[in-house]
């Protein structure tokens, strides 16, 4: 039988559908079993639920934690004396944050698994990285508390060459560094990363609005993050892309949706358009009663994962609703299923008697 | 101050003048006390009554309905008759109503006990603009218009503000009487402003409620019966997302082991197939739901077991009563359940925060006794399942036309 350690050194999107069945009923039997005897809090829960953690069952079958389940606790599945950081996900001031549990065989894994994602667009060898952030602070590059987004950074980071950040602290595009980068490696294939929401803000609109931009022809493009805040602007992909494309020259874009929850195990956006599960994940959609939805149904979306080991995060329901297209035979080629995401779950007004008192902007 | 009156949709009149957007009313006050239930304001709230009925295309607001159903001068007439203790009796004067921003239909029921108590009433209404809050002021400015209600204009008046301090001071400062609905902060936000040197206050707090249910009784019910106290339930629950101070999130079961099982099943299969009918949940409920069963299951030692029911309805089985159990609360179909032989088991249990006990199968005096007997800080409503959220002149303890009026003594 496959294991997580051979699916690392395969081609990322390469497992048919029943042969990944069967070596996701079995991994992810030993995850549950695994988290069952060493995170107590887990235990506790597949106690109530009355799960039995022994008995491998079909992946869609297995125990899944809301996410913000990690917001309130901090679940561990070893020792406290081997966890090597501590990653929060990105929340606005004021929000709570996921706070997950690395060890450095988890840490590792996801490391070699985004590698292997990342390879399918920019290829195996690295490349020279232009990263569409300004540097961590040095307060932030402590690891053993790190944020997603110094996270995103780091770990596509180790994909790239004379990594060069385009913004200062302030967020100010920093013209003659990236002028210099792109003279440096000039007619050279370069890899470009950033975050979706902050390539708009401080790359997007300022360039368009100066009436200026680079040429990055031979760039490729992987960007991921939430759209929410794209949304209320009203920028959906493609006029993200058209946008990119316009002050940059990008062409070859990428997409990703991913979460702090489950890091490395990124779905990629297809040139369809289409989220793609590779080896290392999986995604159900389920209807409000808990069960799948029929295919092209909308609901929200359970993501699978084969890399969580230090704390119990291999099934998790997001807080995201998305609509399941196939498996295995998207035009695109790669294997595994492909979806949509459509956005966050909406936040309906809850009737009832509250607080009368909302203080005066 | 510029005043400018323009119309909005619905016929309602906005008068601004810079702080204040009034719905009904405006700067014209008559503040002089009337008799509660005079024959005028009976006749009023009979129009408005019927002026709201009339409109077809409200069958969306159900709780619109039921305003204006509750306002019918049959209703009104009889708690006239209730009130009646061969004394006089006039209102206070002024009556500032500080109405709940999430619950849309209170501030017109506070409005309204202020109105019949004899008062001229100052209503700060909701934050949020709900649709009822338009439906209701229209009403209201429709049947003030009637040649036979003119003398009334000056006493309502709903408006919005930015809750700026100033305002909420000024207008509190000329009140003999002030009903504040919502949470603590909101309701010390408001107190900080004081209101006549004599005046009278009533805290509508938020509140905390449960449901006693005698297995003995419900075990011999036959099918229908068990079927009409399920939707009764579900009324209490469902309705309002479980989240009315009313609507309870603690189900007391009352009898041996094994009445209580059988009565278990039949009640909670029951509830499951209404709320199947009739409940449509929210994602965002179901996330919560699970997202707070987990957490429960971490941190709270009391749990037995848990039941899911198919994502509508959620039964986490306490074996032992935590500490503070009025903090435990779910939405939207989520319920504790404890099992006792007597309820004086429970009677250390009920603190300040407690207001409805809805019941079914038990004796309501036997209800009564516990209060009474163990001397209870809380608990002001005992009412049968299905009742929970109806809304009357007693509230929360309060009488709310007594305590809004003034006894003239005459010997």
Redesign the interface.
Known sequence: MISLVDLLDLPPFSISASAKRDIFRSELQELTHHHYLHCP?YK??ID??EFESRVAVDPENVPF??V??FK??RLSSVASSSLVSTLNSSGTSGQQVSRISLDRGTANNQKKALARITADCIGDSRLPMLILDSAPSSATTDRTMISARTAGIFGFGNMGLDRTYAFDENMGIKFDVINDFLNRHRDKHVFVFGFTYIIWEHLVLPLSNMGRQFSIDNGTLIHGGGWKKLHDRSVDSAHFKRSVKNVTGITSIYNYYGMAEQAGSIFLECDQGHYHCSNFSDVFIRR???TLCDSAERG?IEVISLLPHSYPGHAL?T?D?GTLLGEDDCPCGRLGKYFVVHGR????????????????? | MVESQRPKSGGVVILTNRHLSYLVGGREEDNRPAPPFCDIRVEFLSALSKCISQKGHLIRHPDVLTFAFWCRKANITRLRDTFDDGRAHLGLGAVFH???????I?FAFSYVFGFLAGNSNYV?L???KFPQVDIISSALNAVLELPDFTSLKATTHFFRY???AEITAEISAKCQGRV????R??IE??RKYPIQIRGREIG?A??YSFCVLGARTLVEMSRSEMERLALGFYNDTYL??????S?PHLVVWLGDLKNVLEAKARFWDCLLLVARRKYE???????DK??LV??S??ELRE?G??HIH???LFRVELEAIPDRLDLLRG?CGYFYEFTVQTLDKIAHIVNSSYQTLTYAGVNRSQLLDFVIENRLSGIDRIVPVGTALDIGVVWDGHHMIQSLSRIIEVR
């Open positions: 809090e506790r829960i109530l639920m934690l809301p913000g389940i309130t606790h409000n009663d808990l929200m329901l807080e609703v779950i909406a936040t309906s007004e809850i009737r009832g008697c509250g607080d009368t008192y909302q203080s005066s902007s | 500080v109405s709940p921003s999430n619950v849309p209170n700060r909701p934050s949020h930015n809750h700026e504040i609905w919502g949470g902060e909101a936000e408001v509508f938020d509140r309002m997302d479980q989240n009315a101070c609507s949940i929210s994602t965002k409920a179901v996330v699970l997202t987990y957490q299951a971490i749990i077991r848990v198919n994502s509508l939405n």
